[in-house]
């Protein structure tokens, strides 16, 4: 499944280049009308797309475009802010682990409201990667119901804690009694070198 999103994904990067190509063919022959015509109904067809068009990391953008679709249905908004070049010295693996586990813990945290907001960010300033969640905070924690049952509460962030281990970096969580903000700093790892 992850293969088929992340040839979708190769096919929205190619058709896009295909429609700026035609957007700057139009404005060089002063169709501008036009030109601004057919970008708004691109723009109307493509919100999901243009959230990610600063993403060049085709695995963590199909991961987030199918992430943001299960959680409309869920009733919950999933807003992006993602700035990554397509290596940046991280393991994709690892990537998805730490986006999926912050994201699951908001997820659960907005089940006892409506309509909640997920803030998620995501930019790369060598050599560190941040991520950085902000979501209601779940102030009755202790009734909710556990993901996997069989499993201890707090796998999550011990998770990401490990990973902050593993990559020299720094795991926080913290809350003001209506938001609850988690972020995650991880520093690349050089070409060659294994974490």
């Known amino acids: 499944q992850l293969g088929s999103s992340y040839e979708q994904i190769r096919k929205m990067r190619h058709d896009i280049d295909n429609h700026l190509y035609t957007i700057q063919l139009m404005l060089a022959s002063g169709k501008t009308e036009e030109a ?8 109307a067809n493509d919100n999901i ?3 990610f068009s600063t993403c060049e990391n085709t695995v963590v953008a199909s991961f987030l475009e199918k992430k943001k679709i299960d959680m409309e249905k869920d009733d919950i908004i999933l807003k992006c802010d993602i700035c990554l070049p397509g290596q940046v010295g991280i393991s994709n693996p690892d990537l998805i682990c730490a986006l999926g ?3 699951d813990n908001a997820q659960e945290a907005c089940s006892r409201h409506e309509r909640a907001i997920i ?10 990667l941040s991520i950085l ?3 209601p905070d779940n102030k009755d924690e202790n009734q909710q119901k556990r993901r996997i049952p069989e499993l201890e509460r707090g796998l999550g962030m011990l998770i990401l804690k490990n990973l902050a281990e593993q990559y020299d970096g ?5 809350t003001n009694g209506e938001t609850f903000c ?5 520093k690349a790892i050089r070409q060659g070198c294994q974490p």
């Open 36 to 43: 601004r015509e057919y970008a708004d109904e691109l723009s």
């Open 49 to 51: 797309r243009s959230l």
């Open 101 to 103: 586990n912050i994201l």
């Open 119 to 128: 803030n998620l960010s995501v930019s790369f300033n060598e050599p560190y």
């Open 133 to 135: 969640c902000e979501n």
């Open 170 to 174: 720094e795991f926080r969580t913290q």
């Open 182 to 186: 988690t972020r995650l700093v991880l």
